[in-house]
């Protein structure tokens, strides 16, 4: 499945935000959208490698693996809107360090096309489509990872969960996240995000019981987890039926 002839390429352009990057993203509005019905929201954020200004970053289906399993589906493709933005090439989702054990979110770390997405979300997707906001989910894979941890953390009551793939986060913020319902993969020996932050996160989201949260930790995939992480189909049908 190409998702890139799927989902619509679009821009967005906010002067207040910054006057030299915008924010290229694409998204899937099913065809028979009805403004009287509610859609549930998925959002992907790509990893470093898919930074760009050209929107040709969802290239391989090992990691927009939800959205196929969505359009696939003749129900849920009816049901959902799907959205991607892409990252400029100069810039991190959120501008920390990746080679850390442990991550401090304390600062100010949103980036520009983090902050621009924030603002499309909140100023024209949620505004121009009938988005349920209990049915809103986010997942995303290394960089991405970052990025999913980061919206849990800085905007706490926006997603009905998540799903973050080989990323970092801050475990001293995790009683403010233990009512989110999460789903956490990493591999052990990955080089890049060291799978310490995952077991420091699982011991921080256990500390504070968790109510719904889960971890999953592979041995031998480097920094790839996601690959087998988005084919575990249990944990999609999980993503799925969650609403706050």
Request: hydrophobic letters at 35%; aromatic letters at 14%.
């Amino acid at each position: 499945m190409d998702i890139n002839s799927i989902m619509k390429p679009c821009e967005y352009k906010n002067e207040s935000v910054s006057s030299e990057i915008s924010l290229p993203y694409r998204i899937y509005v099913p065809e028979n959208y009805d403004c009287n019905k509610k859609y549930s929201l998925l959002i992907y954020m790509h990893g470093a490698g898919e930074r760009g200004t050209n929107n040709e970053h969802l290239c391989l289906p090992s990691m927009y693996r939800y959205f196929t399993y969505i359009l696939e589906d003749e129900k849920l493709k009816d049901e959902f809107i799907l959205i991607a933005p892409q990252c400029h090439p100069s810039c991190r989702w959120v501008e920390h360090g990746w080679g850390q054990s442990v991550y401090d979110y304390s600062k100010d770390l949103i980036s520009v096309p983090l902050t621009l997405f924030y603002r499309l979300l909140d100023k024209e997707i949620l505004v121009k489509y009938n988005i349920d906001k209990k049915s809103i989910l986010m997942t995303g894979m290394s960089m991405g990872g970052f990025a999913t941890w980061f919206t849990m953390m800085t905007r706490p009551d926006f997603l009905a969960a998540a799903i973050p793939v080989c990323g970092g986060a801050d475990p001293k913020m995790a009683e403010a996240l233990k009512n989110i319902p999460i789903w956490i993969f990493h591999s052990d020996d990955d080089p890049i995000v060291p799978s310490d932050s995952f077991h420091a996160m699982k011991k921080a989201m256990e500390d504070v019981n968790a109510a719904d949260f889960h971890a999953t930790l592979y041995q031998h995939d480097g920094h790839d987890s996601w690959t087998r992480a988005y084919l575990e189909k249990p944990t999609f049908d999980w993503f799925m039926s969650k609403r706050k």
